[in-house]
């Protein structure tokens, strides 16, 4: 079984450009998680979907990021404009629909952003 | 806001020599306490999920407990291999339905052949 996957790996560009980063989910994981470690920081909760909405986007550091999830299967997180505090490393992770419960969550390897 | 604090940062072993990591955490209605291992330039890797105080899991050298307050991660007889970073993360009520993780900064263990 596949796990998750991000591309690109890494991507570098300069303040004031957008770039998009992609995350496909495990096959069947209806939970669908983004993180963000910036240097020095842990890693932390950006927003999480259940298939196609959004269940919580509170971590969320501002509107310049905006996260979708068309058809509840891959996603995408884009930054516009970026910022040189946007640089990190960006997780996505995955988890099967468990109600009430908890989930064990897969993550993939990761897209590390630079901004210059 | 649930809090996570994991000591010490770093840790040197000798191959063989065993040691514990700590995760300290803050937490309103724990629903689970997860253990994961991340290697430089990979993802986190699940390792165990401990849901109440009192539970005890095993993977080869790696044996990780849960009190009230804290989680230990054991490690028996370390080798090289088990060389990466140790993270401890928790979920806690399940409020508006989201099931986020709160990460501690992790613990870099090296084992010294």
């Known amino acids: 079984e596949a796990g998750v996957t991000q591309f690109p790996s890494h991507s570098v560009i300069e303040k004031g450009q957008t770039v998009t980063l992609r995350c496909d989910p495990i096959?069947?994981?209806?939970?669908l998680y983004w993180y963000r470690r910036v240097m020095g920081k842990e890693i932390k909760f950006l927003l999480h979907?259940?298939?196609?909405?959004?269940?919580?986007e509170s971590g969320m550091p501002n509107n310049r990021f905006l996260a979708e999830r068309t058809g509840g299967t891959y996603s995408t997180l884009k930054v516009q404009p970026a910022e040189l505090e946007d640089s990190g490393v960006y997780f996505c992770?995955?988890?099967?629909?468990?109600?009430?419960?908890?989930?064990?969550?897969?993550f993939g390897p990761g897209t590390r952003l630079t901004v210059l | 806001e649930d809090q996570v604090t994991q000591s010490p940062e770093a840790l040197r072993l000798q191959e063989g020599e065993s040691s514990s990591l700590n995760c300290s955490y803050t937490?309103?209605?724990?629903?689970?306490l997860f253990w994961y291992r991340q290697d430089p330039g990979k993802g986190p890797e699940f390792l165990f999920t401990?849901?109440?105080a009192g539970e005890e899991k095993e993977k080869e050298r790696l044996k990780a407990t849960l009190t009230k307050k804290e989680s230990f991660l054991h490690i028996t007889a370390p080798k090289p291999e088990d060389s990466a970073t140790y993270l401890c993360a928790v979920q806690g009520p399940a409020g508006a339905g989201s099931y986020q993780l709160t990460f501690g900064k992790g613990t870099k263990l090296s084992v010294i052949p």
């Open positions: 992770a995955s988890s099967q629909a468990r109600r009430g419960g908890t989930d064990t969550q897969y």
């Open positions: 979907f259940v298939k196609e909405s959004k269940q919580d």
């Open positions: 401990l849901y109440s």
């Open positions: 096959s069947g994981h209806d939970n």
């Open positions: 937490v309103s209605g724990l629903r689970g």
